[in-house]
């Protein structure tokens, strides 16, 4: 990055069309900018400090400047004593502060792949990425980089993620860093928040994948219904060169992204189990831990096999090799990647030392994927009896607690319900208001402690049955209040089970 001036950042704001006020000195605006930054914890010295978020507090602004913030950007005046510029709108600030701070260098050399949809979306970015990593090792093309809602990774290190799609200035700077590790393509889920609150900034990108569509995330603190939920995923569109579009989705939804994708984009690739998708997949064999399955695309027929059960993942498949021919990646690295793929926390199948159970931990979280999942099982398991361990994330989606209750009591014979992100909310109220969606008569048991219910549900398990692990597949901690608490994914869990068992 080249050095910037305070005054650089006040002429941005003003050429945005959003600077209202600027109160810093002749002396001030000659001050350098280093850092970027709206979390009083993360200030270095020459900061140019973000007021951000409903809950922001004055003192958060005095700590900034103790730790050595040079200048304030707000909306209202916070400390009149202060070098500060008042904007008129703070998103759009952000936006165009943080492009200029980075260079907007991802522009001219990065490939970015962005995957909308309401399921599939983390096992899709892997499956590209474990595409062009093959690639790019075979042409001496770099790392990949890989933004997910588990993790983000830049070319040289992995980092937690907090966001599905991270806010702007974590994304630009993740978007950076890939540049400037030699990354050639960077792939990364497109939440739909990101897209509805501008968080995605001016990133454009050269493949936009849709998968799928459905009702998930309504509430008052998220989309306030569904139509303001999938045009919230829509504008993923507007901003592709190439979209690759999936002929199995919702019917209702399908023609409306097709209409736009047509309009708007210079090239449109379909996918899907329909004989006239441009990606075409067919005889589709599955168990619980592979896939495979033929794909007609471009006049010729390939076989694939996957490193991952569950027929579900088969659009995620398809959709990883249509972006592969979106950007001319030859089906032999498409093979080779794909086959020895592996998705943490994603249909992981175990089986127990000490007596007869199949454990499936999987990240299914929504009414779509639970449905899937089940499927999956029916079909390889269609005679064994199911303890299903969920829970529902606290403050937000609060559908999911009726559509994982009556799913739970359809398809469950034993159920535990538990924790999952309950945040600041009761997670005793939130198991009591998904245990109303369940039958009275049916085998149900809270234990709120996300460790202690996995064991017993381990522990507890007869011959013959299958136990269903989802939410917390992956990961290493869960936010309970306002803090993240380590506590092990359920995956450690089962592992850690069958050591000591062995």
């Known amino acids: 990055m080249n050095k910037k001036t305070l005054q ?13 006020d600027c109160r810093i000195e002749t002396s001030e605006s000659k001050v350098i900018v280093n850092h970027l930054s709206y979390n009083s914890m993360d200030v270095i010295h020459g900061t140019l400090f973000i007021c951000k978020g409903r809950a922001f507090k004055k003192e958060y602004l005095a700590e900034a400047f ?28 952000l936006i165009a502060i943080s492009e200029f701070h980075y260079d907007d260098c991802w522009k001219e050399k990065l490939d970015i792949i962005g995957v909308t949809g309401t399921k599939g979306k983390s096992t899709t970015v892997v499956f590209l990425d474990a595409i062009l990593e093959d690639y790019c090792n075979s042409h001496d093309l770099g790392p990949v ?15 937690k993620a907090h966001l599905t799609t991270e806010e702007i200035l974590e994304l630009n ?5 890939c540049v400037e590790n030699g990354c050639r393509y960077a792939v990364m889920e497109v939440s739909s928040q990101a897209l509805r609150y501008g968080r995605t900034g001016s990133v454009d990108f050269k493949t936009g994948i849709f998968l799928n569509i459905g009702e998930d995330h309504i509430s008052e603190s998220e989309h306030r219904n569904m139509e303001d939920y999938f045009n919230s995923k829509l504008r993923l569109i507007g901003k592709s060169q190439t979209v690759c579009i999936n002929l199995d989705m ?24 329909v004989p006239e998708a441009d990606c075409y997949g067919f005889d589709i064999k599955e168990t619980l831990d592979s896939l495979s399955l033929k794909v007609r695309v471009g006049g010729r027929t390939e076989e694939l096999h996957v490193n991952i059960g569950g027929a579900y993942n088969v ?11 979106s950007l001319d990646i030859p089906f032999e690295n498409v093979k080779r990647g794909l086959a020895h793929v592996k998705v943490p926390g994603r249909m992981e199948v175990f089986q127990l030392p000490d007596k007869d159970v199949t454990v499936i931990v999987d990240y299914a979280h929504n009414e779509m994927s639970y449905n899937a999942l089940f499927e999956s099982i029916n079909r390889d398991c269609p005679e064994r009896k199911k303890l299903f361990l969920f829970g529902c994330v606290g403050g937000r989606a609060f559908n999911r607690r009726e559509e994982g209750g009556r799913i739970a009591d359809r398809e ?16 005793d109220d939130i198991c009591s208001e998904i245990r109303e969606y369940i039958s009275l008569e049916k085998d149900v048991k809270i234990i709120t402690d996300r460790q202690k219910a996995v064991e017993y549900a381990l522990e507890s398990s007869r011959d013959g049955w299958v136990v269903v692990l989802a939410g ?21 869990t089962v592992k850690k089970y069958i050591a000591e068992h062995n």
């Open 8 to 20: 650089s950042y006040v002429d941005v704001l003003r050429q945005a069309g959003v600077l209202a």
């Open 66 to 93: 103790d730790k050595g913030a040079v200048c304030y950007i707000a909306e209202r005046p916070i400390m009149e004593d202060r070098p500060c510029i008042i904007v008129s709108n703070l998103r759009k600030a």
């Open 145 to 159: 980089g890989m933004l997910t809602g588990i993790y983000n990774y830049d070319g040289e290190k992995k980092r």
């Open 173 to 177: 700077r993740n978007l950076y860093n």
């Open 250 to 273: 919702d019917r209702e939804y399908l023609e409306k992204v097709r209409k736009k994708a047509f309009h708007r984009c210079r090239r449109v690739i379909t996918f899907g189990t």
């Open 315 to 325: 659009e995620n498949v398809l959709a990883s090799v249509a972006a592969a021919v």
């Open 412 to 427: 469950a014979d034993r159920i535990i319900l538990t924790e999952y992100d309950y945040g600041t909310e009761s997670i």
């Open 472 to 492: 917390y597949s992956s990961g290493d901690c869960l936010i309970r209040g306002r803090k993240a608490v380590p506590v092990p994914c359920d995956t450690e």
